[in-house]
């Protein structure tokens, strides 16, 4: 394979410099010691960082985030599982649009969604409210949980588990020495994507959330729409920070790249 | 022993058809229903909204705004991103993978962060990609960013452009690097070999990217809503506008489906056409 020449490498240079300019520019802007929007070049100061303090509201809507992530991506993932077992496990009449159906959130516009959900929240009784929150995530982060614990599932070696029967291993034994740990590392990643795709949706979010159930994605939104002041680009300087660590710790606990291409190689040398 | 996977997708079953087919179907009789400032929403049966929606040609220049960008964003999205894709694919290990996680890893950084950064950057005037293009001798007057299309357009490019890239990536990936060195030892060029060989096995990869970064500019919500203020508004704005500020519910539910019906129409389309064309490459 030839190398890349002195074209490339330019190419790539701007390209990369366009993908990251936007997101380090409210890194550096955070960082500034005036009360106004300016990039700070010889003063650096962390006054606005300390600020967020004095804004209870997005203390509190970056804890809901927290929560409501953790929560609805576990449900996802835990309702996921049986699915992915049968997905890959079965061949049934229907299998091929219970797949269609649960992979549906990832080709039906968020906005459409949004608006369905305040409709039927609102109907039942559920505007406004966590819980609503709660399904509606699960529902929206379901198919990438699906996605991955569906590439474990399938990445699955029976001959192992029917090698440890033959042994002698009860099915107990099975179930925890051998499938629980081949599985485990795709449903935390499930679970990882899950969280990051549930803790950044705004477009849902912004038509159930109320103002006591506002998300940070939400929150910082709502602001942005009525100003932008170094505030908003500290507290999106937070966002950034605790989304690159976990990248970063998906990266190398999974492979970003498996992760995000979504291939069912898992645990490599066997099949195919 | 038949009923073992249904059993198993039960779970999954329940949840979608009472949080995703119920509130859809839903969505699709509020637009027959009836509103007014004072009454609120009337469940009554009329084709009202959607006849006001075809006939007012405010709506026609909306929908006409959004899918031009969607267009003009999916084809910069490919022209960039395509090359980049394979500069990728032909680097080195270590850097091959850094390089993979900087640029699909804004993927996963919150929207609203990414948007506000290109709002920082535009500024008005004065602004820093302004400022860059008039030193590089560019342009020679500032180009307004922000609440204007062009504004919109950039910053789009930049939050799809990840799904392109992976798009490619996962294409070259299937590529033989045996076929390049194959046709540069039976003495083809290197432009030859980029047109004749890897071209034509990207192509599957660039157009899947394409449905996928159309499908998502023209619905896409808070970059459009962000750059393009209040004033220039794209359908998802629009519908946001009805249901949050006018909160004639009805009328933003037909702008919605509407917007669902358009998109499922062009990219079950598109997927036709791509799987027909590229039978043997799937296949």
């Not at chain 1, 109320?210 to 002041?229: C, S």
């Not at chain 2, 030193?135 to 307004?144: D, N, T, Y």
């Not at chain 2, 598109?270 to 799987?275: F, K, P, Q």
Request: aromatic share 10%; charged share 10%; hydrophobic share 55%.
């Amino acid at each position: 394979m030839s190398r890349n020449g002195p074209v490339a490498l330019v190419y790539h240079a701007l390209f990369v410099t366009f993908m990251l300019a936007p997101i380090g520019v409210v890194c550096w802007v955070a960082f500034t010691p005036e009360g106004f929007l300016s990039f700070p070049t010889d003063r650096w100061s962390l006054r606005w960082f300390a600020a967020i303090a004095r804004y209870p509201e997005f203390v509190s809507a970056f804890w809901r985030s927290l929560w409501l992530g953790a929560l609805s991506s576990a449900i996802a993932v835990a309702v996921s599982v049986p699915a992915a077992l049968a997905i890959a496990r079965h061949r049934f009449p229907g299998r091929e649009a219970f797949t269609a159906l649960f992979m549906s959130p990832l080709m039906i516009p968020h906005i459409v969604l949004g608006i369905a959900f305040l409709r039927f929240f609102t109907q039942i009784g559920l505007g406004g409210t966590f819980t609503g929150l709660v399904l509606s995530h699960i529902v929206i982060v379901l198919p990438f949980a699906l996605r991955l614990t569906l590439a474990s599932a399938v990445g699955l070696d029976r001959a192992i588990e029917h090698a440890a029967v033959s042994l002698g291993a009860s099915e107990w034994t099975v179930l925890k020495r051998i499938t629980l740990p081949l599985v485990v590392p795709g449903l935390a990643s499930g679970w990882a994507l899950a969280f990051i795709n549930s803790f950044d949706e705004v477009t849902m979010t912004v038509f159930i959330a109320a103002p006591g159930t506002e998300t940070l994605p939400v929150r910082m939104f709502l602001y942005i729409q009525d100003n932008i002041d170094p505030l908003v680009t500290s507290v999106s300087a937070c966002v950034i920070a605790v989304t690159v660590v976990a990248l970063i710790a998906m990266d190398r606990a999974y492979g970003l790249e498996r992760l995000l291409v979504g291939r069912g190689n898992h645990g490599g040398t066997h099949g195919r | 022993m038949r009923a073992v996977p249904y059993l198993l997708s039960l779970p999954a079953l329940l949840l979608f058809a009472g949080v995703v087919v119920i509130p859809l179907a839903m969505t699709v009789v509020l637009t027959f229903h009836d509103w007014g400032q004072y009454k609120g929403i009337e469940p009554v049966f009329i084709l009202k909204n959607w006849q006001e929606v075809f006939g007012d040609p405010y709506y026609a220049e909306m929908f006409g705004r959004t899918f031009r960008i969607a267009l003009i964003v999916t084809v910069l999205t490919a022209l960039l991103g395509a090359p980049e894709a394979y500069i990728l694919n032909r680097m080195k290990s270590p850097w091959r993978g850094l390089f993979l996680l900087v640029i699909l890893g804004p993927l996963l950084i919150s929207v609203v962060a990414r948007t506000l950064g290109w709002a920082l950057l535009f500024g008005g005037n004065s602004g820093l990609v302004n400022k860059a293009l008039m030193s590089v001798g560019l342009i020679s007057a500032p180009i307004p960013f922000m609440f204007t299309e062009t504004g919109m357009v950039v910053a789009l490019v930049h939050v799809l452009m990840p799904y392109m890239v992976l798009a490619v990536w996962a294409a070259l990936q299937r590529l033989d690097p045996q076929v390049e060195n194959a046709a540069v030892a039976l003495g083809a060029g290197p432009l030859t070999v980029l047109c004749r060989i890897v071209l034509p096995q990207a192509m599957p990869g660039i157009l899947s990217g394409a449905v996928i970064v159309f499908a998502l500019a023209a619905s896409a919500f808070a970059t459009p809503a962000i750059i393009g203020g209040r004033r220039l508004k794209v359908a998802s704005t629009l519908a946001y506008d009805e249901f949050l500020n006018t909160l004639n519910w009805p009328l933003g539910a037909v702008v919605a489906v509407l917007l669902l019906l358009a998109l499922v129409l062009i990219v079950v389309g598109a997927n036709r056409l791509v799987e027909r064309r590229y039978a043997q490459v799937f296949g």
